[in-house]
């Protein structure tokens, strides 16, 4: 069984511009949630969606955006890119409803390192 | 608002020792969750215990165990017999009502042989 699918794994970004992350979930997973982790702030949660629809939201500005599709995949969009936006954006799929649900163990990729130039 | 607090940044333990790795939390709600997720040096993250607040009994996964004392908002981790697959980075998290994780900032781990 495939496991959580992220893309891409590495990008160089300058200022101002948008970068869209995409990640495929484990087959018959239908929820998905994105953090964010940086060495100083550690895992920050942006966002979780359950069949096409957002459950749940971090504190993030609104250039923070997301989306999940008709087959479980997840895109995250983070428009004008700030130096700050530099992490490693983590994805993770689980079978319940919500990413913090006790019976919902939360299976992660490999996350996507962006740097903001 | 919910809060975890991980107050060990690095920690160390000779192969075959027990170490145990500290997390507090605060929550004012009756009904939560709480996790202990391993990061292995550029590996995925993976779940290593949970524990649900309305259980008195410790959680339990092989070498892994949890000391939950739920009246201090204690939740830490002991490894027992540590081996060197062990090392990475350790998170306690938290979930409430609203289903939403939040995160300590994490324990390193270092396994010396």
């Known amino acids: 069984k495939a496991g959580v699918t992220q893309t891409p794994r590495y990008l160089i970004k300058t200022r101002g511009q948008q970068v869209t992350l995409s990640c495929s979930p484990i087959s018959g997973h239908r929820s998905v949630s994105w953090y964010q982790q940086t060495p100083g702030q550690g895992l920050q949660f942006l966002f979780e969606y359950f069949s096409e629809t957002q459950r749940n939201k971090g504190n993030f500005p609104g250039r923070f955006s997301g989306r999940q599709f008709s087959n479980s995949r997840s895109e995250m969009n983070v428009s004008t890119l700030e130096l700050g936006d530099s992490a490693l954006y983590l994805c993770a799929s689980s079978l319940a409803r919500t990413s913090g649900s006790g019976t919902g163990e939360l299976f992660f990729g490999e996350g996507s390192r962006l740097t903001v130039l | 608002a919910q809060t975890v607090t991980q107050s060990q940044p690095e920690m160390s333990v000779q192969e075959a020792e027990t170490v145990t790795l500290s997390c507090t939390y605060d929550?004012?709600?009756?009904?939560?969750?709480l996790f202990w997720y391993k990061q292995p040096p550029s590996r995925q993250m993976i779940l290593v215990i949970r524990?649900?607040?309305?259980k008195q009994q410790n959680a339990t996964e092989n070498r892994f165990s949890v000391n939950f004392q739920k009246a201090a908002k204690s939740f830490s981790l002991k490894i027992s017999d540590s081996q060197l697959g062990d090392a990475a980075m350790y998170f306690c998290a938290s979930a409430g009502n609203n289903r939403k994780l939040i995160w300590g900032l994490g324990t390193s781990l270092a396994v010396n042989p």
């Open positions: 524990q649900e607040a309305y």
């Open positions: 929550t004012s709600e009756s009904d939560y969750y």
